[in-house]
């Protein structure tokens, strides 16, 4: 089941970034296009810092912390084995995401945002919601599915 995330996790690189080179080429020079008014824009942005643009020009340790995340969540799926294909399909969002991003800080020193929606500010890409529901969904799969947090029953004394 790990191979079939580290599948996964290679398709969602490969879409995020044939999107950016898409924006890099074609969206970069207009920079922005509205896409439906008032609300979905495609707007072209450098974000040097991480989620909503924290932490700006620390582009190093967003590579080292990645790539350290990265290695203990691919560590863990050969190591621990969890059982369930859903922790596989969160871990290969997550994966293919941090991956994606981590391309463009080591390339560009920037990762290339797009995604623009009225009601929610940050400007971001297709590997923050891999990376944003892969999050969502391990959280659901430790609370739900895993025996992480399942309640232990105490023998009679």
């Given at each position: 089941m790990a191979i079939a995330a580290l599948i996964i996790g290679a398709l969602i690189?490969?879409?995020d970034q044939v999107?950016?080179?898409f924006?890099?080429?074609?969206?970069?020079?207009i920079g922005e296009y509205t896409v439906i008014e008032n609300l979905f824009m495609l707007?072209?942005?450098?974000?040097?810092?991480?989620?909503?643009?924290?932490?700006q020009d620390l582009r190093?340790?967003?590579?080292?912390?990645?790539?350290?995340?990265?290695?203990?969540?691919?560590?863990y799926m050969f190591k621990k084995k969890p059982s369930g294909k859903f922790f596989y399909i969160c871990a290969g969002l997550i994966?293919?995401?941090?991956?994606?991003?981590l391309i463009?800080?080591?390339?560009?020193?920037?990762v290339i945002d797009y995604l623009s929606l009225s009601f929610f500010p940050p400007v971001c890409n297709f590997a923050?919601?891999?990376?944003?529901?892969?999050?969502?969904?391990?959280?659901?799969?430790?609370?739900?599915?895993?025996?992480?947090?399942?309640?232990?029953?105490?023998?009679?004394?």
């Open positions: 690189v490969v879409i999107i950016k080179y924006v890099a080429t074609g969206l970069k020079p707007r072209y942005v450098e974000n040097r810092g991480v989620a909503f643009g924290m932490f190093w340790v967003f590579v080292a912390l990645t790539s350290v995340m990265l290695i203990a969540i691919i560590v994966i293919g995401g941090g991956i994606g991003n463009d800080r080591v390339l560009y020193g920037y923050d919601y891999a990376i944003t529901i892969g999050v969502i969904l391990l959280v659901v799969y430790i609370f739900f599915f895993s025996d992480s947090f399942k309640k232990r029953t105490i023998g009679n004394d």
